[in-house]
């Protein structure tokens, strides 16, 4: 079946300006998570998704960020007013289970977002 | 506090080499569950293997193996015979209840391994 799939691919943007980014989790997967990955780095937590709820946001760096999700599929992130340190791939997952229960997540192939 | 470690950030080996990808982690539950995950080249994540903490069967696949051992909180990922089509960011996970009683997936900061021809 179809994995998770994000779009757009690649976004160019001036700073100052809102972007958001799409993710279609796996269908049937209640949970799913945002990530950030700067080059050479490793992955910072964003968000966690369980169903439409976000019973963790802890990881979103401001409140430039936002996120939600609508009918247990498709997930958007927004970044208002971008800033170069946002600059970034950007990651979603989705998993069978939530958080804690083990699930192994799926990974798409990311958002690279520049801001220049 | 939960916590994955990767201490090694990059490790080079000539091809057919053995190499050990080491991960410690630190949580208080009793329940957990471990992952690691590989993201080659192109970017995408790929997820390997999970073990719970109630398992801490050794497991083999192919060239991989893991070692999980509780006592000294490693869950260490072993490559035989490496390949050049094994350089990849390794990443090991833990997902597990915080103190607080939300739950967490948290990411090690990944080993580059790259084997070379």
């Known amino acids: 079946g179809a994995g998770v799939s994000q779009s757009p691919s690649n976004k160019v943007t001036e700073k100052g300006k809102d972007v958001e980014l799409r993710c279609d989790p796996i269908?049937?997967?209640?949970?799913l998570y945002w990530y950030r990955q700067r080059l050479g780095q490793g992955l910072e937590f964003l968000i966690y998704?369980?169903?439409?709820?976000?019973?963790?946001k802890s990881g979103l760096p401001s409140d430039r960020f936002s996120a939600e999700r609508t009918g247990e599929s498709v997930s958007t992130l927004t970044i208002q007013r971008t800033q170069q340190e946002d600059s970034a791939v950007y990651l979603c997952a989705s998993s069978l289970g939530g958080q804690g229960r083990g699930g192994e997540q799926y990974f798409g192939p990311g958002t690279r977002l520049t801001v220049t | 506090a939960q916590k994955v470690t990767q201490a090694q950030t990059e490790i080079s080996v000539v091809e057919k080499e053995d190499v050990t990808l080491d991960c410690v982690y630190e949580?208080?539950?009793?329940?957990?569950?471990l992952f690691w995950y590989k993201q080659p080249p192109s970017g995408e994540l790929v997820f390997l293997i999970r073990r719970n903490s109630f398992d801490e069967q050794n497991e083999i696949s192919g060239r991989y193996s893991w070692n999980f051992q509780k006592s000294t909180s490693s869950f260490n990922f072993t490559i035989t015979a490496s390949q050049v089509v094994d350089s990849a960011v390794y990443f090991c996970?833990?997902?597990?209840?915080?103190?607080?009683?939300?739950?967490?997936?948290?990411f090690g900061t990944g080993t580059r391994l790259k084997v070379l021809a």
């Open positions: 949580t208080r539950d009793t329940t957990y569950y």
């Open positions: 998704f369980q169903g439409n709820s976000a019973p963790d």
């Open positions: 996970a833990l997902s597990g209840v915080t103190t607080s009683g939300t739950y967490k997936y948290i």
């Open positions: 269908s049937g997967h209640t949970a």
